[in-house]
């Protein structure tokens, strides 16, 4: 069974300063990780997302995040807040089961405000 | 953007109303996704679908139904709406055919019942 742990409920940053989301994963399999972001009223839209090749993944927006298997961990980072991050991000794994059918699971989500 | 759609974008409906919710995708996904969501709260899978003439329940018990006729269409449907069914609904879809790839989502809608 597969599970996502999203570290933080809600993260406030400066405006200026970087940002880091901690997720953390469990896969019975080789799993695929995304952070999607949810603005205000608003549907979800793909930040990143790690399929097996290079483990240091970049996304839109200056967002990257690493995969670190032997951490099982999947960090969101910014270098430089903005003001339009202010959003709600979520961590997705996905297993691709045997019978070839995807199970995304998805983390309780992360409010990340940013400080003027 | 993606080329997902849900209508209505709000709706405020009375109890015991019949309401369906519309979701429409134009990339030939098989795989489709209804979520629910409390205001800042989690996504819960409620139903989804492998392709045509498939419909399967989710994680999360829901009193709504589902239909799939149509590879591009995917309504939700509540036969008596309640004060409880208040949330938003997020539809969304995926290719099946290629593994790890993401799923696309709708707008959304925010449903109120009173």
């Known amino acids: 069974a597969q599970s996502v742990t999203q570290l933080d409920s809600h993260v406030s940053v400066s405006e200026g300063t970087p940002v880091l989301l901690r997720c953390n994963y469990s896969s019975s399999y080789s799993p695929s990780l995304f952070w999607y972001v949810q603005h205000p009223n608003k549907g979800l839209q793909l930040l990143l997302k790690?399929?097996?090749?290079?483990?240091l993944v970049k996304g839109i927006n200056g967002f990257e995040a690493e995969f670190k298997k032997s951490e099982t961990s999947f960090h969101l980072t910014k270098p430089s807040a903005h003001m339009s991050d202010a959003a709600e991000y979520f961590c997705v794994v996905s297993e691709w089961s045997n019978f070839g059918n995807e199970k995304l699971t998805f983390g309780t989500g992360t409010r990340l405000t940013i400080i003027p | 953007e993606a080329d997902i759609y849900q209508t209505p974008r709000y709706l405020v409906i009375g109890t015991g109303k019949k309401i369906t919710l519309e979701c429409s995708q134009t990339m030939g996904h098989d795989k489709m996704y209804w979520y629910q969501q409390d205001p800042g709260m989690e996504l819960h899978l409620i139903h989804y679908?492998?392709?045509?003439?498939?419909?399967e329940k989710g994680d999360l018990s829901s009193e709504s139904t589902v239909s799939r006729i149509r590879t591009e269409h995917f309504p939700l449907t509540l036969e008596s709406a309640r004060p409880s069914h208040t949330s938003q609904y997020l539809c969304?879809?995926?290719?099946?055919?290629?593994?790890?790839?993401?799923?696309?989502f709708g707008q959304g809608t925010r449903l109120t019942v009173v």
């Open positions: 790690y399929t097996s090749a290079a483990t």
């Open positions: 679908s492998y392709g045509v003439n498939s419909t």
């Open positions: 969304a879809s995926s290719d099946l055919t290629v593994a790890g790839t993401e799923a696309f």
